[in-house]
């Protein structure tokens, strides 16, 4: 029974009592289906909800971009080896031709542009540091694209939490998620 799986949602003991619960940077309709009802049940019975970051928040997202920017002045090529940074090229350039092809009738249907697709997820990204340029090409994925426009599941709870009046939160800051991923070393990227 779905309603018996194991769903990595501890409970803390308290009156009333907590919950963690764990979520993946996936489209929530990947994973929806398959989240247990007690999880859902926690979910809907609670006043409160804190996520990783506030995804709802404008400054987070705006300290999230400008947080993946190298240094002023600074651009990929100056940081990659030649020949890495011409593969990149390439590839982006793949992606930017398959893009029309990969994207679903429905998100035509909806007004989304290839272009506009492109740019909002490779936008800028010659100024980008390498471990976010890494981050994004591994979302750049005939999958991946044709679930865009589809909230991921943290933000598709953030979302289902203020329309149902809970209060939210975030348990980190954009600096504390951004500071150990940007002082990654080349080697370890």
Known sequence: QQGELNSFLWTIRRDPPAYLFGTIHVPYTRVWDFIPDNSKAAFHSSSSV??????????????????????????????????????LKRHL??????????????????????????????????????????????????????????????????QEAERMKKKTGAVERVEEQCHPLNGLNFSQV
Not at 132 to 156: A, C, H, Q
């Open 50 to 87: 804190y996520f990783e970051l506030d995804l709802t928040d404008p400054y987070t997202i705006s300290g999230l971009a400008s947080c993946q920017m190298l240094p002023h002045g600074e651009n990929l090529q100056d940081v990659l080896p030649r020949e890495l940074y011409r593969r």
């Open 93 to 158: 350039d793949y992606i930017k031709l398959m893009l029309p092809h990969w994207m679903t009738p429905d998100q035509r249907g909806k007004g989304l542009y290839a272009d506009y697709l492109f740019n909002a997820i490779a936008g800028n990204w010659e100024r980008k540091r390498p471990v976010w340029v890494m981050l994004m090409v591994n979302s750049l994925t005939e999958t991946d694209i044709r679930s865009r426009g589809v909230p991921v599941l943290d933000l598709y709870l953030a």
